[in-house]
């Protein structure tokens, strides 16, 4: 039995903050029902992060969406708003990540639903936050890394700021949001008490740099100084970073350069006794090793390096990895189908519970496919 079985969770949500934290919730057992418009649905179903279309709509959609319901009801119309009452007061949870306001507007905001189901635990995520001049701005992810200063972490120097290839804000504060909500429905257990849970982009991404910000915060307000290559961390010293060979790339983390001098058999790095050179003149360090390093293969630098117990890496694409035993072993892929008979492979939850993997066959729903039985399951109840 899934831990969170018998509970129930309506969404509102779109894109990908609240769909990824409801994601993970019906991963752990929850119903999930999604609150889409008739005609469009989510928009992220339009919402292609590549130009692939799998059975009409985006791959994203499909990722972050599998093993949920969908209910379609037009939230300006009255008899559908009546059947939407009727679910949320018998849900264990309410979420969504509209501005704030919208929710105010449309009348289904924390303090209306808490008024019909006193148990609630309604979460909600935002963009900046629901105070402050931000607080009406576009909560898009490059935005919010453009914003908070993560940009400048990646890449080298001379890069300018540089973003990361993934909508990680939007993926953090989802995680956020379910952390927040399954701590709610724990205390719930003791006090019977609902709770609202509010999560902004904004601090999601702040609390994501929390080692580089509290560096930042009693370093006299220095700001990160990336190295000018195979910068991987603007805080740490030589040799971290991603390195080319004669056939691939390798990374290093940290690791002693006296001793990876040895190792290498490279005379340049010899130079480098003093530990504390492993910052002050990291530029120069990984400049020798750059060219070093290109010498010899993959696969010849990791026969040295492993076996000295040097914390280094491949460098692998998806590709290779899911060709590799590492990988293989994890039973991380699996597919799922949707109620038309589309089937298409996807991630699994990355969370064992007494080491018991946690997947489903469901694939993601197609807009209101679910209308009906929600309305016979849940709708009909105040009739009989």
Request: include cysteine; charged fraction near 25%.
């Amino acid at each position: 039995m899934k831990p969170l079985e018998d509970y129930f969770v309506i969404d509102f949500s779109q894109f990908l903050s609240g769909p990824s934290a409801s994601l993970r919730l019906a991963d752990l057992g929850a119903r999930v029902i999604k609150i889409e418009r008739p005609d469009t649905g989510d928009i992220c179903r339009t919402l292609y992060t590549s130009n692939l279309v799998m059975n009409g709509e985006s791959s994203v959609f499909h990722a972050i969406n599998r093993n949920k319901e969908s209910f379609a009801a037009d939230l300006k119309n009255e008899d559908d708003c009546k059947a939407v009452w009727q679910l949320l007061e018998q849900a264990d949870v309410v979420m969504h990540n509209f501005r704030p306001g919208v929710m105010e507007r449309l009348g289904f905001d924390y303090k209306s639903v808490s008024r019909i189901n006193p148990g609630v635990v309604y979460g909600e995520i935002s963009g900046y936050g629901s105070e402050g001049e931000w607080k009406d701005k576009p909560g898009q992810d490059l935005l919010l890394q453009s914003l908070t200063g993560l940009t400048w972490l990646s890449g080298n120097a001379d890069h300018g700021p540089v973003p990361m290839g993934l909508s990680i804000v939007d993926m953090l504060a989802g995680a956020h949001l379910s952390q927040g909500i399954l701590a709610c429905l724990y205390g719930k257990i003791k006090t019977g008490e609902g709770a609202l849970v509010q999560v902004s982009m904004l601090d999601s991404s702040l609390d994501f740099q929390f080692e580089t910000v509290t560096t930042f915060l009693n370093d006299g307000n220095a700001l990160p100084e990336r190295t000018k290559s195979n910068n991987a961390n603007a805080y740490l010293g030589a040799p971290y970073g991603i390195y080319q060979t004669a056939d691939g790339h390798l990374a290093l983390a940290m690791g002693s350069i006296p001793v990876l001098a040895k190792l290498l058999e490279c005379e340049e790095l010899e130079q480098f006794v003093d530990p504390a050179e492993a910052f002050t003149k990291r530029d120069q360090i990984k400049g020798v090793l750059a060219s070093h390093l290109k010498k010899g293969t993959t696969g010849k630098w990791l026969s040295v390096l492993e076996p000295a117990d040097i914390w280094c890496a491949d460098v692998l694409n998806w590709d290779q990895l899911m060709n590799h035993e590492g990988f293989k072993v994890l039973d991380m892929v699996q597919e799922v189908q949707m109620t038309d008979g589309y089937s298409y492979q996807t991630t699994r939850c990355p969370i064992r519970l007494d080491g018991e993997i946690f997947s489903s066959p469901k694939g993601s729903p197609k807009i209101g496919e679910d209308n009906d039985q929600i309305t016979k399951e849940f709708l009909q109840l105040e009739k009989n």
